[in-house]
């Protein structure tokens, strides 16, 4: 008895000493204290919910942001077990929540423990961060309940009802002074629980924003699961095969792909391995890659549709206009690269690869007509690749001889720096020569943009090289694009892109946005990319410094503060009404000037976004340049 006594303080002390080494050090287990790692406190928790899903216990999770950002997520799984554990004497429930790695992500006997947020360490980092934990619990008859501050248990579980129901609640307040803030946004929850319920068919979660008036709410439930996600994600393109390409197979490696091809000309594939976006790729990207080209030559080989003499079709040219989702669960995957998000097990690409090549070989047997209009695109994306080859050939070649490799127009700055340096991509000769005496010679550049606008999300390589409004971006930025682009060659640390508040403006921008999505992704990755903010009102009155204003709420204030008795309100349309000190002083001056950095946190959300202003459906399009303002605000996130 006495001895028991002694193990069960000593196992306590360690399990203080366990969350105590959380609260110092968070950003070891959940990545950082920013935003981002608040959001992730919510994942953990709901991925306990969905590992009850996928234990095939649990059918609904209701997610909740309260007011104060109190987070509560609520399951209808068997409810956390309840008993004593004979060793520690503290219930299995505060186990969970107090033991580091309790229940350990992966292996264990109840079958896959596989989904997990980027760092799987479960419930009990959540309350170590945490201000208040109240876990209420149904099960055996009973409702139980406990509660924790900042890791310690405050309150040890006990019966407070009786309860025919089974299931989990899970309320928390992150703590404020762990995290920069403790302000939940409510798309970045929305969007990373649409895809657990894509990526889990037939589990419907719920999430609600109680904060706001009127309240925020979506349901997600897809029987199709991953035939659901790349129907989503082709909402608004034109499909080839109007049902996704759907390959499953189970046992030790469950895999599970869809495949639809769209006539556009971008690649846009997904892989997650237990429920973690795996963006660096991996293994089972490789052998997803390896077997789709194999199938397509194949295939292309014995229906003569590819000559012996023609060679093989390239992968990329296979993958142009694919949409496909693969999620594979793999027990000890092994994460690698800058973000720990590339699968390294290599025995993963020949189980893809066998998964893959028999279903999707009999698919195409099956469908000669889609078979035939996927190759088709194939091959004329071939042979664009070769135009694209040779026009970027004849560029460099171009810029060899006339050694100088700038564009005409471009005003370059003296510092040769990137660091230092800035390009203005100006729309309009006008407003480009207000842009090039306003600028600081030093390190400001111009470049102002003329020609026929291109619609990039229609265009292959060789027109995108061959456009004379985009050639001289290309040039002036000076890093290439595509495949090629080299994020180390660019001539400018800031890609400045300045254009007036109206439709024409948004026009270009979401021209030059799409072009930079499409081909310099890793310069907006890098975080290189702005839009310029000029000011829409200026204010002046006898005596006074002119005020100038960037938005209409931004006006009504400063009238108030001004009054409106002797002031002069000018309203900008366009930069072409400014002259050259005034679009320094409010637009070009580090000093005063406003930048929006263009970010893109959110892969999907951005190519939604871009396919809707750049796609077929005018509809769509029409309202999201309405929505002008959200638009900046989506690609801000
Ligand atoms: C609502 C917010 C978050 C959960 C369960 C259900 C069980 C469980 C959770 O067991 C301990 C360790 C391995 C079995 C399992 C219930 C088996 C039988 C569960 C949640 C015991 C954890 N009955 N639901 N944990 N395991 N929901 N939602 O946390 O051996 S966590």
Redesign the pocket.
């Known amino acids: 008895m006495e001895k028991f006594e002694h193990e069960y303080k000593a196992g306590q002390i360690q399990v203080l000493e366990g969350l105590e080494a959380v609260r110092k050090r968070p950003g070891m287990y959940i990545g950082s204290v920013s935003v981002r790692g608040l959001h992730h406190l919510v994942y953990e928790?709901?991925d306990?919910?969905v590992?009850?899903s996928l234990a095939g216990y649990c059918k609904n999770i209701h997610v909740t942001i309260e007011p104060g950002n109190i987070i509560c997520?609520?399951?209808d799984?068997?409810?956390?077990?309840v008993d004593i554990h004979p060793k520690t004497g503290i219930s299995?429930a505060e186990t969970?929540y107090t033991k580091l790695h309790a229940?350990g992500k992966f292996g264990?006997?109840?079958g896959y423990k596989v989904s997990g947020g980027l760092h799987g360490v479960g419930?009990s980092v959540v309350n170590a961060l945490s201000d208040w934990t109240e876990v209420t619990i149904q099960r055996d008859g009973g409702i139980y309940q406990m509660k924790f501050e900042r890791g310690k248990t405050v309150k040890k579980l006990e019966k407070i009802g009786d309860s025919d129901k089974t299931g989990?609640?899970?309320r928390f307040l992150a703590d404020g002074t762990i995290f920069e803030t403790l302000d939940y946004e409510y798309e970045i929850l929305e969007t990373r629980l649409r895809e657990m319920a894509f990526l889990t068919k037939g589990l419907r979660i719920t999430i609600e924003d109680l904060r706001v008036d009127p309240v925020k709410k979506a349901e997600f439930h897809y029987e199709g699961g991953l035939i659901s996600f790349v129907e989503f994600l082709n909402k608004n393109k034109e499909k080839i095969n109007q049902k996704p390409i759907y390959i499953e197979k189970s046992g030790e490696v469950p895999i599970e792909i869809a495949i639809q091809y769209t006539t556009s000309y971008s690649e846009n594939i997904y892989s997650f391995v237990n429920n973690i976006n795996t963006i660096e790729g991996g293994t089972h990207l490789e052998g997803f890659k390896r077997s789709l080209t194999k199938v397509f030559n194949d295939y292309a080989k014995n229906h003569g549709i590819l000559k012996e003499k023609d060679g093989n079709l390239q992968g990329e040219d296979i993958r142009e206009g694919i949409t496909a989702v693969i999620s594979i669960k793999v027990k000890e995957p092994q994460f690698e690269g800058q973000t720990k998000t590339k699968l390294g097990n290599s025995e993963v690409t020949g189980l893809v690869m066998s998964a893959m090549n028999e279903t999707l070989a009999a698919f195409l047997e099956e469908n000669p007509p889609i078979a035939k209009a996927i190759l088709e695109k194939c091959i004329s994306a071939s042979r664009a690749r070769e135009a694209a080859r040779k026009a970027r050939e004849l560029v460099r070649k171009k810029n060899a001889l006339e050694t100088s490799t700038l564009p005409g127009k471009l005003a370059d700055c003296s510092e040769k720096d990137p660091e230092l340096c800035e390009v203005y991509i100006v729309e309009g000769d006008s407003a480009g020569g207000s842009a090039k005496q306003g600028r600081d010679r030093k390190f400001q550049a111009i470049l102002p943009l003329w020609g026929k606008m291109l619609n990039v999300e229609k265009s292959r390589a060789d027109k995108i090289y061959n456009n004379d409004k985009l050639q001289p971006v290309i040039l002036a930025v000076g890093a290439g694009i595509g495949n090629d682009f080299d994020i180390n060659k660019i001539r400018y640390g800031k890609v400045i892109i300045m254009a007036d508040a109206d439709v024409d403006g948004s026009h270009i921008r979401t021209l030059l946005l799409t072009f930079f999505f499409r081909y310099m992704r890793p310069l907006i990755e890098n975080g290189n990319v702005y839009l310029a903010q000029p000011p829409l009102y200026k204010l002046s009155k006898k005596g006074m410094q002119d005020i100038y204003c960037y938005t209409d709420d931004e006006l009504t204030q400063k009238l108030e503060e001004i009054g409106r008795e002797g002031v002069g309100i000018q309203r900008y349309k366009g930069l072409g009404e400014m002259n050259p000190e005034q679009l320094w002083e409010t637009t070009m001056n580090p000093e005063t000037r406003i930048l929006i950095k263009v970010k893109i946190e959110d892969a999907i959300k951005a190519d939604e976004i871009f396919t809707i202003l750049m796609g077929d459906d005018i509809e769509p399009r029409r309202k999201f340049i309405e929505e002008n303002a959200k638009f900046v605000k989506n690609l801000d996130i």
Do not use: L, Q, Y
Not at 77 to 81: D, K, L
């Open positions: 928790i709901v306990n919910s590992d009850e997520v609520e399951d799984g068997r409810g956390i077990p299995a969970v229940g264990g006997d109840s419930a989990t609640k899970v």
